[in-house]
């Protein structure tokens, strides 16, 4: 009887235990519905709003408009649309919107969107950006410190609407520091500077840099700033700096008056060097400068031969007949070969 008892228990235990996960799983099944319900509201009344002060703002750009103070529901349409338009837009005419961002109240209600995710953050942050406000520096730039490096570059961006000197100071050292930063949107802020701040503090950075943080920053400088490089990449040619560098400045010289500097790298102990000055002649030498790329077709490395016949075929009068000239003086087995190769390349081996 206890047995049967005991038994009786436990099926009345694991029967309650069924109807509990039940029970459970349809309240979190409620839950769930009620949420994702929410959610699509939510996404509703964002897109109406979006789709409202996308149309409110194209009627500025054309005249004045009456517009009211943002309600909390329509807050995240109207960065949104703000957001979008500005980014299709001129400078110019993105200028006009300012006045209606000021109106609607975009900088009152933004404290709470830049306490929110990481999406709110960031957007709210562009937002604030276009409206070229001096006085939110201080509530943006802490920003550009973010853990996120997308929060921190849209902070940078913003920034640099805001205060283009100031952002610049405070951008450019940490370019040389943040390894994720994404090269492609660093370039992108740094050429939308127009009062020359973001390569004055290039420059300055260069001063004092080590050898990793200068070839990161003197590719930067010569993408926005092409004469200020060329001083740049003269006095790192002309130093003792390491072989690394001296392969990034060969790659970025387009100056001519930079070609007895470059032919001083043709004879250089490391081939690397000797690839990248090949390559730096053939692009701003001269038909005369043929002579000084020949002796590398014998070069003991491949890819230096390589480039060294790629650049006399570039520089001008070296057609098929001079190379076929070129090719016959050679003694070189290897440079014969090398010639072919880049003929190959050219569709001109069988040319005469």
């Given at each position: 009887m206890e047995e049967l008892a005991k038994g009786s228990t436990v099926v009345m235990?694991?029967?309650?235990?069924?109807?509990?996960?039940?029970?459970?799983?349809?309240?979190?099944?409620?839950?769930?519905?009620?949420?994702r319900m929410r959610a699509q509201r939510r996404e509703q009344r964002d897109l109406q709003a979006r789709e409202h002060w996308t149309r409110v703002l194209q009627q500025a750009l054309l005249g004045p408009v009456e517009v009211q103070r943002l309600q909390p529901g329509e807050v995240q349409g109207f960065v949104d649309a703000w957001n979008a338009l500005h980014e299709s837009l001129p400078e110019e005419a993105a200028r006009r919107l300012v006045p209606v961002g000021q109106r609607v109240g975009l900088e009152e209600v933004s404290p709470r969107l830049l306490r929110g995710s990481y999406h709110d953050r960031a957007m709210t942050i562009i937002a604030l950006g276009h409206l070229r406000d001096r006085r939110l520096f201080d509530r943006l730039s802490p920003f550009?410190?973010?853990?996120?490096?997308?929060?921190?570059?849209?902070?940078?961006?913003?920034?640099?609407?805001?205060d283009p000197p100031h952002a610049m100071a405070m951008f450019v050292p940490l370019v040389a520091e943040r390894e994720d930063w994404v090269p492609g949107n660093v370039a992108r802020i740094l050429a939308e500077n127009k009062d020359g701040s973001a390569a004055r503090e290039l420059g300055n950075a260069l001063l004092r840099a080590n050898a990793d943080t200068t070839v990161k920053l003197v590719r930067f400088l010569a993408d926005i700033d092409p004469q200020r490089a060329s001083g740049v990449l003269r006095q790192l040619l002309d130093g003792h700096v390491d072989d690394h560098i001296i392969s990034v400045c060969l790659q970025l010289v387009n100056d001519r008056h930079e070609r007895e500097r470059v032919i001083g790298f043709l004879a250089a102990s490391r081939w690397h060097v000797r690839m990248h000055a090949a390559v730096a002649l053939g692009r701003i030498g001269e038909a005369a400068d043929a002579a000084r790329l020949e002796p590398l077709l014998a070069d003991s490395v491949w890819w230096v031969r390589y480039r060294a016949a790629q650049a006399l075929m570039a520089l001008s009068g070296n057609g098929v007949e001079a190379m076929r000239k070129v090719q016959q003086r050679q003694g070189d087995a290897f440079g014969r070969d090398i010639i072919d190769q880049v003929l190959s390349e050219h569709g001109l081996r069988g040319a005469t």
């Open positions: 235990i694991a029967g309650w235990v069924a109807v509990l996960t039940l029970l459970l799983a349809c309240v979190l099944l409620t839950l769930i519905v009620i949420l550009l410190t973010d853990r996120s490096p997308i929060v921190s570059l849209c902070a940078a961006r913003a920034l640099a609407q805001v």
